[in-house]
């Protein structure tokens, strides 16, 4: 018998960025940082994201993970990580330079035409560029609601509900679907990869489509004057009591 | 060039990072500053009194109440013919709204710039702090976010500009405020604080947290902070989480006790003017950027301080 399925769908925005843990190096001409040769992983929030998306997708309130990156052609291996972490299925579209947040909206609007997800996620920021921009951009083109640096996400058949962590503590959104949700680091821990998982992903789709055949404007908008080491603090002095620290205080107090 | 600043208030009371984002928009051009919310009258009169602040449009409408950012970006969007830049403080409200304001209006946001090197030429850190970028915008209109750390905030002045209301509700229905748990503290706000006392993993529980800083912050009239290990450790709620991820600070002083300094943290506080560092581990990243380092068991040396305060 034929049945007739109505697949919930979720998005998640994934990007590859240099590894948290690696120290970035500023190219001596001012140019950019250097990333050749380094660690790249997927940005920790976006991570999160994912994680999040595959637990809802465990709990039965969604039936597909889409992972979807915008980006250079070994950006591949961020979806392939993706997959092995849960994702059904990827998509790269893939780009020459690397774009700006408006630009990667406006791609994934595009591409998100075709799979209609009930929600998309992703991660709250980069932590290359720290823009803070994709999510919000992206709900904005759609006319969707948003929900920023979640904590929690209960997704129901018409409706997702989420704690928000905002300045001075939380938040507590309902949004109709679709919706976009940005994800903040304590909504979950991520699942490690396995080797099974990993060797299992390779059978799982990675679709790549050039950003040259979506017939978006994706030109930098932007001019990067130049990029430099912050200036650097000057080493200060080893104190050798608590009573130093007292008068240090007492000292900065009465100036 | 004519700049709208979205203000950032809790419905009575104007925050600190409001000050800041005129003070970045006044470095850029002539400020004009949006107060969206409900029964905010007060807000609007108090802003209108400030340095640099030429006119204050005020939607005061309980459509606005919870402040929804595709609301407030909607109400932005409508007075943007008029300016020829938006500019919200680096606050959670100011990064939902501002993405959304630049998106409709076809334009790159700059976002969290530190200095303003020219009216389309601002600075801004990336890497958590570890590059910064100088970029330059010819969009047709700016948009940009302020963290606000990097801008002094201006004083009051003696006479008030005129108050605008603006008439147009715009009430998407795309989000619903449904709960808040906001924590209201009689210390100082992170955010503004003069000192911060920080702690880090090393200090146990929620319990040591709080009975071995609180007095310390107390006597100090400072701000409590943590680590994010601290606050995944649950000894402090999140909205104390300084760092890349959390607040950015730039007090007069900020202790940091039992915090080893990693880049992420480092990222949140590094511009403060004098950091003092208490750790065990005479090796730790935070003695590179201390002032006054002291190699030691916390649990002892804060007792002593105290102790030597009072003397
Ligand atoms: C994407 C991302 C974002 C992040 N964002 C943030 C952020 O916003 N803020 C943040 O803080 N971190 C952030 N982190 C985490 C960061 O990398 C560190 O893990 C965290 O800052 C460590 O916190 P800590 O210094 O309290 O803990 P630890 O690194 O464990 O340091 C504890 C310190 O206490 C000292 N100590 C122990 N006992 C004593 C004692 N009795 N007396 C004195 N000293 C003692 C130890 O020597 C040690 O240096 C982020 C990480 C990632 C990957």
Redesign the interface.
Known sequence: MLEIVVQSRIVVLVKQVLDANVRPRVRPDGSGVDLAHLKLSMNPFDEIALEAAIRLKEQGAAQEVVALTVGRGKAQDTLRAALAMGADRSILVESEFELEPLAIAKTVRSVLADIEPVLVIAGKQAIDDDCHQTGQMLAALLGWGQALCASRIALSPDQVEVDCEVDNGRETLRLPLPAVVTTDLRLNTPRSISLPNLMKAKSKPLDIVASSTLGIDVRPRLKIVEVREPPVRSAGVRVHSAAEIAQVLKDLEAA | MKILVMAEH?GTTVESQTLAAIAAGVQIGSVEVLVAGHACSAVAERIAGLEGVERVWLADAPAFA?Q???NV?ALALELMPRFDAFVAP????G??V???????L???????IVAVDGPR?FKR???????????????PKLVL?VRTSAFRPLGERAHVCEIVPVATVHE????????????KSDRPEL?SAKIIVSGGRALRDAETFSRTLAPLADR?GAAIGAS?AA??AGYI???YQVG??G?IVAP??Y?AVGISGA??HLAGM?ESR???A?NSDADAPI??????????DLF???P??LK??AA
Do not use: C, H, W
């Not at chain 2, 501002?98 to 409709?104: E, F, G, Q």
């Not at chain 2, 990336?126 to 010819?138: D, F, H, K, L, R």
């Open positions: 809790n919870s929804l950012a595709e970006a680096a606050t959670s409200r990064k939902a501002a993405p959304r304001v630049a998106a409709i076809d334009v790159m946001q700059i976002s969290d030429v850190p990336i890497y958590a702090g570890n590059a910064i970028q100088t970029v330059e915008s010819e969009e976010t998407l229905g795309l989000s619903e405020l449904i709960g808040s748990d906001v924590v955010a100090l994010r606050v995944d709620s999140n909205e890349q991820t607040k007069e002083i202790l880049i992420q590094k004098v950091i003092i208490i003695f590179q950027v201390a002032d006054y380092g002291l190699v030691g002892e040396a804060i002593e301080i030597q305060l």
